[in-house]
């Protein structure tokens, strides 16, 4: 169990869920139904045996993050997995109700989370079919050159199952384009990570060896962008933004921008997409999320942490 606040939400809810469910229960200390639901969630989260992790946030110290969520009443749940709010109930459900709210959204007991380039394939994509999707992807735009939509996920795929030539080849109509689409700029600079990592010795590096070069010189601007692109290799994108906004603010045009250009990338990658349209469902969110009988998510965890950034990317340039 995890006590959360806005200095650790990004760590602690955002980056942990990537690679394991977080239960986010909104409590506060006056709450009795607070009270009764807490030790049972405690429980479940030791019975689950690392298939979730809790996360408690007492939202009268933590308005802040109560506001984002819309909260109206507590307690208040939400199941975070990758980064993004999933499901979420409301109110002191037994415990019955709970490994069945539980039971629905997590992994089976002992099995392995897909790898977080697998993650990255289109939502429909079978995990053990990537090799035959590949193909799909490839001949069908072999007949249909120009459908941007297809290439983007075709070269997103390539590059998360580490085929890097191939994304390279598939990626260039792209950006021989002019101006070249941002989803594609972010593309490469993703893809310039990977060969890094790769290619360049320092891809093979522990963070301390960058941080004990760093320490010594916060101006070795050469080993914070190398950082930066091993942690975005590992899917450490916060991590990674934060170097390359160290770099910013020291020196805003070095490497003719390669650290602006990277975090917007980064910030690119990170962008759901737009919701298709289709028909609102009453009291639900745009994620499914059922709370307080209607619509509560004003801005779910995702867009609050690359609104954060562009803010800080702006601050940093201004």
């Known amino acids: 169990m995890i006590d959360v606040t ?6 602690e809810v955002i980056q942990a869920s990537m690679s394991t469910p977080v239960l986010v229960d909104f409590w506060a200390p006056w709450c009795g139904p607070c009270k009764a639901l807490g030790p049972i969630l405690e429980k479940l989260e030791v019975d689950y045996v690392g298939r979730f992790v809790l996360a408690k946030i007492n939202s009268d110290e933590q308005q802040e993050l109560a506001g984002a969520f819309g909260i109206r009443s507590i307690p208040t749940c939400v199941l975070m997995v990758d980064g993004k709010p999933l ?5 002191a459900l037994p415990e019955g109700k709970l490994r069945e709210f539980l039971d629905k959204h997590l ?13 990255e394939a289109p939502a429909d994509l079978a995990d053990d ?6 193909a799909r992807m490839n001949e069908a735009l072999a007949t249909d050159a120009g459908n941007d939509d297809l290439r983007y996920d075709y ?8 085929h890097l030539a191939e994304a390279a080849g598939a990626m260039a109509p792209a950006l021989a384009q002019i101006p070249v689409p941002l989803r594609f700029e972010a593309l490469q600079q993703w893809l310039n990570a990977m060969e890094f990592v790769s290619t360049d010795p320092r891809g093979q590096w522990t963070l301390a060896q960058f941080d004990e070069k760093i320490s010594a010189n916060k101006r070795d601007f050469e080993s914070r962008f ?8 590992h ?3 916060v991590a990674a933004m934060d170097e390359l906004l160290e770099i910013i603010m020291r020196d805003k045009k070095w490497d003719e921008e390669a650290p602006r250009k990277t975090l917007v990338a980064i910030l690119e990658l990170l962008t759901p997409p737009k919701p298709k349209a289709g028909p609102e469902v009453p009291g639900k969110t745009a994620s499914g999320i059922e709370i307080a009988g209607k ?17 800080k990317l702006s601050m940093a340039l201004n």
């Open 155 to 162: 070269v997103k795929l390539l590059i998360g199952t580490g």
């Open 87 to 91: 499901d979420g109930f409301m109110g």
């Open 235 to 237: 899917g450490e994108w």
């Open 129 to 134: 079919d990537v090799d035959s999707a590949l």
């Open 6 to 11: 806005t200095e650790n939400f990004e760590t």
């Open 226 to 233: 190398a950082k930066s692109r091993v942690l975005m290799v």
């Open 295 to 311: 619509s509560a998510v004003q801005e779910d965890a995702q867009a609050a942490l690359i609104s954060a950034y562009r803010r």
């Open 107 to 119: 992994p089976a007991e002992g099995a392995q989370p897909a790898p977080a380039e697998v993650q």
